[in-house]
């Protein structure tokens, strides 16, 4: 996950609001039961600390109608690996209900409603239930290790009740972006090393070959069809893989076959395809040079520097 991005991932129904302008009176909100912290030492607590503060700007709009013990309780359990401690239904209904406590209090005519009615009180647990199950907990799950989740709610606490956090939220972006740095340059040395141990022991295989910019291909099954050049337009079934074996795209999956030019395409797959006749079938090696580099693919699932492995299967070259 890309740190920063809380208040995108967190809530599309929050983002909603957020855009259109919706506000609402704050009143203080319950904070969960953690011990203070007055001075931030450690690392963790301070991403920790740096993402309560997106969360809770992300949910600034609600937050007089979250619970924020059942917001902590429904993100343990999601770091637990529990179930949902929401049903989906009920999450459903809650997000209904919570959208039309909001379209009222902004003077919004709600469907099948009469002119100045008041909808019945939303559960504020329920809100704090939906939010920790299906937006925060699920978010920050893979990251739990890395923050220290008392901090978080801390910042959430202070900020959903008007305090004085111990962190702005300009600093808390920087914390977060100095984090995301950090990751990305140690998931960037990782899988670089992987990639170089891999391919100089995969050229060594039979039937491996490895051109002069460094793709390693395999011949799986032999064509005899058209050969297509760097400006040509193909039809193909592929699958791609991490190194680890976890296929992150494949047209078979889909059930149909792809059409695009290799020159739209990244520096492995315009080489590599060129080099197959119509009918043929090869697997192909490509190291992150010729991938998708030192970004990757922002969000996932490719990371920065790793090398991936295609089975392509040329269908047909297009006129």
Do not use: H
Not at 11 to 24: D, N
Not at 99 to 111: F, I, L, S
Not at 172 to 194: C, F, I, P, V
Request: proline share 7%.
């Amino acid at each position: 996950m890309k740190m920063g991005k809380r208040g995108a991932t967190a809530s599309l129904l929050i983002l909603a609001m957020a855009a259109t302008g919706v506000a609402i009176a704050q009143q203080p909100a319950a904070p969960a039961a953690t011990k203070e912290k007055s001075v931030l030492t450690s690392e963790r607590e301070k991403v920790g600390y740096a993402i309560g503060v997106d969360v809770a700007s992300s949910f600034e709009p609600v937050a007089a109608d979250v619970d924020v013990a059942a917001l902590r309780r429904a993100v343990e359990n999601a770091f637990a690996g529990g179930q949902p401690l929401l049903s989906q239904e009920e999450a459903q209904q809650t997000d209904q209900a919570l959208r039309t406590t909001m379209m009222v209090r902004a003077g919004q005519p709600v469907p099948g409603m009469a002119p100045g009615s008041q909808p019945p009180p939303v559960d504020r647990e329920k809100v704090g239930l939906m939010l920790g199950s299906y937006a925060v907990g699920p978010s920050l799950a893979p990251i739990k290790d890395e923050i220290d989740l008392d901090a978080t709610f801390q910042a959430i606490a202070t900020l959903f009740a008007k305090g004085t956090p111990l962190m702005d939220r300009q600093q808390a972006q920087a914390t977060l972006q100095a984090y995301s740095t950090a990751k990305q340059a140690a998931a960037a040395g990782k899988n670089r090393e992987e990639g170089v141990a891999f391919l100089a022991k995969n050229k060594t295989q039979p039937g491996v070959v490895t051109t002069a910019s460094g793709l390693q291909y395999q011949v799986l099954r032999a064509g005899n069809g058209e050969r297509p050049v760097a400006s040509s337009r193909v039809r193909v079934n592929y699958e791609g893989k991490l190194l680890d074996g976890t296929v992150f795209d494949s047209s078979y999956e889909r059930g149909q076959p792809v059409d695009f030019g290799l020159g739209q395409v990244i520096k492995g797959w315009t080489e590599g395809v060129a080099l197959m006749p119509a009918g043929s079938k090869y697997r192909f090696w490509i190291p992150s040079e010729l991938a998708y580099g030192s970004e990757g693919t922002p969000g996932g699932p490719i990371g920065p520097d790793a090398t991936l492995t295609f089975d392509v299967e040329l269908l047909s070259v297009l006129p």
